[in-house]
């Protein structure tokens, strides 16, 4: 079965750190350009951070630049999301998604809550 897994989320005090994981079952992350997704309440899905398939390139979006690192652990299948300096604003559901030419999955999300 073809599936993308997100999980560690959960709620952090403003300041603090969580790891995002995204795993993979059925097919290999490696040929896959990786990028992760979220969405708060009322707004519409943002970019976060997205890792190339061909030379690990990455991109972040402005509102994360310096706080979040994207990284391919290839021995285990995962992609993940380091987040460190955790705002309010960054209360959002977390997705990842995996694309291959026309090929996309989409994982079911994972909530992070930045709250004191």
């Known amino acids: 079965q073809v599936q993308l897994v997100e999980s560690g989320g959960g709620l952090v005090q403003p300041g603090g750190s969580l790891r995002l994981s995204c795993a993979a079952s059925?097919?290999?992350?490696?040929?896959?350009?990786i990028g992760w997704f979220r969405q708060a309440p009322g707004k519409e899905r943002e970019g976060v951070s997205c890792?190339?398939?061909?030379?690990?390139?990455?991109y972040y979006a402005d509102s994360v630049k310096g706080r979040f690192t994207i990284s391919r652990d290839n021995a285990k299948n995962t992609v993940n999301l380091q987040m460190n300096s955790l705002k309010p604003e960054d209360t959002a559901v977390y997705y990842c998604?995996?694309?291959?030419?026309?090929?996309?999955?989409w994982g079911q999300g994972t909530q992070v809550t930045v709250s004191s």
């Open positions: 059925g097919f290999t992350l490696d040929y896959y350009a």
């Open positions: 998604n995996a694309v291959l030419y026309w090929t996309h999955y």
């Open positions: 890792i190339s398939s061909s030379d690990g390139s990455t």
